[in-house]
């Protein structure tokens, strides 16, 4: 079954801190989200690449944020000096297309002590 | 700014009997929209989902509802299990869009 996958699937970071989420798209899939779910709330959209590509990066900070979808490898969502707000989950989404449904991984539990 | 709403944050259901979750959107340039599925501790599996060209769209127990007028949709299961029992997320997007915009979630119970 070749899903969508992130790891860690928990993440304890102290504040300050550097974070590195991954996550790796179903097997054909070239277009990749990530979601922010804050506890009690919806997902959040905070950014959606392509192959070596940001597309739109609206829903992200634009401070201590930055993601990555490299040729080779998973995309890597990176949160630098992480603070306490940062706590959340992470979701990764994969899609073959744009605006096509999206595909979830199980996401990544991060904690900030 | 919320573009799509759930406004009803839990719904309780006798098994055997019909489930209707809905959502409320603002935007009149969304023409797809889904339906997923989330249980605690896991990722949101995707369910259904209509194109703006329908008003329906089934799936064994689940059917989807879109009203482009009163822009609303509404997804309907019967009958309801004990598996059902979730948290049930509508999204919406556009085709020329980049993303889709998810409501907050109804968390469904559905009592044996």
């Known amino acids: 079954n070749a899903g969508v996958m992130q790891n860690p699937r928990h993440l304890v970071r102290r504040r300050g801190q550097e974070a590195r989420l991954r996550c790796s798209p179903m097997?054909?899939?070239?277009?990749v989200y990530w979601y922010r779910q804050l506890p009690e709330e919806g997902l959040k959209f905070m950014v959606y690449?392509?192959?070596?590509?940001?597309?739109?990066e609206s829903g992200m900070p634009k401070e201590r944020f930055s993601a990555e979808f490299p040729k080779e490898g998973p995309s890597i969502l990176r949160i630098q000096q992480v603070v306490r707000g940062d706590s959340a989950a992470y979701f990764c989404?994969?899609?073959?297309?744009?605006?096509?449904?999206?595909?979830f991984g199980p996401g990544t539990r991060l904690t900030v002590t | 700014d919320q573009q799509v709403k759930q406004n009803s944050p839990s719904l309780s259901v006798q098994e055997g009997r019909i489930s209707i979750l809905n959502c409320d959107y603002t935007?009149?340039?969304?023409?797809?929209f889904l339906w997923y599925k989330k249980y605690p501790a896991e990722g949101p599996t995707f369910l259904i989902s209509?194109?703006?060209?329908?008003d329906k769209n089934e799936d064994g127990r689940f059917t989807v509802f879109l009203n482009k007028s009163a822009k609303h949709l509404s997804l309907h299961i019967v009958p309801s299990q004990p598996g059902d029992s979730a948290v049930y997320f509508c999204?919406?997007?556009?085709?020329?869009?980049?993303?889709?915009?998810f409501g907050s979630g109804t968390k469904l119970n559905v009592k044996p």
């Open positions: 999204a919406a997007s556009a085709r020329n869009f980049n993303k889709f915009y």
């Open positions: 989404a994969s899609s073959s297309d744009r605006g096509t449904e999206q595909y």
């Open positions: 935007n009149s340039m969304f023409d797809y």
């Open positions: 690449l392509q192959k070596e590509n940001i597309i739109d």
């Open positions: 097997k054909g899939h070239s277009h």
């Open positions: 209509i194109s703006s060209i329908k």
